[in-house]
Nanobody, 123 residues
Framework: QVQVVESGGGLVQPGGSLRLSCAAS????????MRWYRQTPGQQRELVAA???????NYGTSVKARFTISRDNAGNTVYLQMNSLKPEDTAVYYC?????????????????WGRGTQVTVSS
């Protein structure tokens, strides 16, 4: 069984910083892409940042130059450093992981999502 768990959300003033973490754990063989998405009420979930297993990154247009995605050496934990936060960054942030899980002798590649962590940017 695989779990994806986010942490690090909270309330921050405009211009401030937060660092989100996301860890994939369980019976994992490999983790490929890991991504951060965010969603506000009534809106579609949007891609914030993505990182491949090899370390290549991609960012949503609204967060470029302010947010940085990174990954630990083991490859199962991803971070999102958010700087110069704006009120419009307020959202629930979700972590996504493309995982090859092990079940007995079998392996299966699937998408896994965390439950989300709330980020609120307000004075």
């Amino acid at each position: 069984q695989v779990q994806v768990v986010e942490s690090g959300g909270g309330l921050v003033q405009p211009g401030g910083s937060l660092r989100l973490s996301c860890a994939a754990s369980g019976d994992i063989r490999s983790v490929y892409d890991m991504r951060w998405y965010r969603q506000t009420p009534g809106q579609q979930r949007e891609l914030v940042a993505a990182i491949t297993r090899g370390g290549s990154t991609n960012y949503g247009t609204s967060v470029k130059a302010r947010f940085t995605i990174s990954r630990d050496n083991a490859g199962n934990t991803v971070y999102l450093q958010m700087n110069s936060l704006k009120p419009e960054d307020t959202a629930v942030y979700y972590c996504y992981a493309d995982v090859v899980a092990v079940t007995g002798r079998a392996q299966r590649r699937s998408d896994y999502w965390g439950r989300g962590t709330q980020v609120t940017v307000s004075s």
